[in-house]
């Protein structure tokens, strides 16, 4: 299990731009995966976006694709997912997440960050 912390959200007005980051520490078996899911308020946690360890295959929400962009820094515990045009209904608390291999569900995370919130006022 891996801990990973998220930095870069906040408070945004409609069509502005956040790139959020997180950071993965600790011992692992082998090479794995980093994305992204959110959570807004009485909602169920969602898929946004992942990477995989090389960084070649990444996986999108289709709702998001074309205004965020998932990364992977030149060392491989750094990810980063860049979110342009930002709307209202992309407030949630977004969260770092990590697995085996590259993913689009929960069940397949296996480490989770705490969350920072995003908040895209009208």
């Known amino acids: 299990q891996l801990l990973l912390v998220e930095s870069g959200g906040g408070l945004v007005q409609a069509g502005g731009s956040l790139r959020l980051s997180c950071a993965a520490s600790?011992?692992?078996?082998?090479?794995?995966?980093m994305g992204w899911f959110r959570q807004a308020p009485g909602k169920e946690r969602e898929f946004v976006a992942s990477?995989?360890?090389?960084?070649?295959?990444?996986y999108y929400a289709d709702p998001d694709k074309g205004r965020f962009t998932i990364s992977r820094g030149n060392t491989k515990n750094t990810v980063f997912l860049q979110m342009n045009n930002l709307k209202p209904e992309d407030t949630a608390v977004y969260y770092c997440?990590?697995?085996?291999?590259?993913?689009?569900?929960?069940?397949?995370?296996?480490?989770w960050g705490q969350g920072t919130q995003v908040s895209v006022s009208s």
């Open positions: 990477i995989s360890w090389s960084g070649e295959s990444t």
């Open positions: 600790g011992r692992t078996f082998g090479n794995y995966a």
């Open positions: 997440a990590a697995g085996a291999s590259n993913f689009r569900r929960i069940e397949e995370v296996h480490s």
